[in-house]
C-alpha cells in the first residue's frame, strides 16, 4: 500500500502561475522527498525534506513540511512549459528502514 | 556521465518466458534499490541492497523474481515465466557512499517491460 497521497490528481496551470501541490501519509517518517518525472521516464530528484525542517528552498522550488498533521506541500513558482510533467512525494520511514514509499503523483500541465 | 544506467530500456516478451534487467548504480554508492511503477501508480518498492547484501524485499516480490549483486557493484532483477501482470517499468536507484545527502535516492530511466 503507499503511504503518500497527492492531491490534486491533476492541476492545469497557464505559464508564469504558481502551482501548488500536496502530500499528506500516515506513519511516522525520516524525511520526505519530491521527484518529478517526465512522461515514460526515470525519476529527477527535486528536493529532500527532514523531518525536523518546517521549510526548504531550491530555484523557483518551495517545500514546506507539516509533521503534526503529516503533511507536505511543493510550490512551483513562475511555473514554465518544461515544468509539465508528473510530481511524486516518497517518505523514508523513521526506524531504519531504507526504502521509500511513494504517492501516486500530481500530474502538472503547464500551457504556454 | 556518472547516473545510474539501465539495461535494456524496453523489453517485449512473450508470455512465460524469462527476462532479466541490469542496474548499475552511481559508482561510490552502496545502497541500490529496485521499485516497479505501472500505469498512472508511483514506484512501488521491491528490494534492497547494502553492498552485495539482500536486506529487505517486499511481498511483491513473488519467487518468480530474484535479483542479485553479487559483487557490491551492478545488479540484475531477473523474472521467471512472466506473466502479463508483469508489464510494468522497473525502475533502479542507488544512493549512499561520499554524498552528503546520504538518503537520496537517485533514479535511472528505467526498463519498460511489455508481456504480451
Known amino acids: 500500500s503507499q503511504q503518500g497521497e497527492e492531491d490534486p490528481q491533476a492541476l492545469s496551470i497557464q505559464e508564469g502561475e504558481n502551482a501548488t501541490m500536496n502530500c499528506s501519509y500516515k506513519t511516522s517518517i525520516n524525511n520526505l522527498q519530491w521527484y518529478r518525472q517526465n512522461s515514460g521516464r526515470g525519476l529527477v530528484h527535486l528536493i529532500l525534506?527532514?523531518?525536523?525542517?518546517r521549510e526548504k528552498h531550491s530555484g523557483r522550488l518551495r517545500v514546506t513540511l507539516d509533521t503534526s498533521k503529516k503533511s507536505s506541500s511543493l510550490l512551483i513558482t513562475a511555473s514554465r512549459a518544461a515544468d509539465t510533467a508528473s510530481y511524486f512525494c516518497a517518505t523514508l520511514l523513521s526506524g531504519g528502514y531504507n526504502k521509500l514509499i511513494f504517492g501516486a503523483g500530481t500530474r502538472l500541465a503547464v500551457h504556454p | 556521465d556518472t547516473g545510474v544506467s539501465q539495461n535494456p530500456r524496453h523489453k517485449i516478451t512473450k508470455r512465460g518466458q524469462n527476462v532479466t534487467f541490469r542496474c548499475d548504480p552511481i559508482s561510490e554508492h552502496n545502497r541500490l534499490y529496485w521499485y516497479r511503477q505501472t500505469l498512472g501508480q508511483g514506484p512501488e518498492f521491491l528490494t534492497y541492497f547494502q553492498n552485495e547484501a539482500q536486506l529487505e524485499k517486499s511481498r511483491l516480490l513473488s519467487d518468480r523474481f530474484s535479483a542479485e549483486r553479487p559483487k557490491g557493484s551492478f545488479s540484475t532483477l531477473e523474472i521467471q515465466r512472466t506473466e502479463q501482470g508483469d508489464s510494468a517499468m522497473y525502475l533502479c536507484?542507488?544512493?549512499?557512499?561520499?554524498?552528503?545527502?546520504?538518503?537520496?535516492?537517485?533514479f535511472g530511466p528505467g526498463t519498460r517491460l511489455t508481456v504480451l
Open positions: 525534506i527532514r523531518s525536523n525542517e
Open positions: 536507484a542507488s544512493s549512499g557512499g561520499r554524498d552528503r545527502m546520504t538518503d537520496t535516492q537517485y
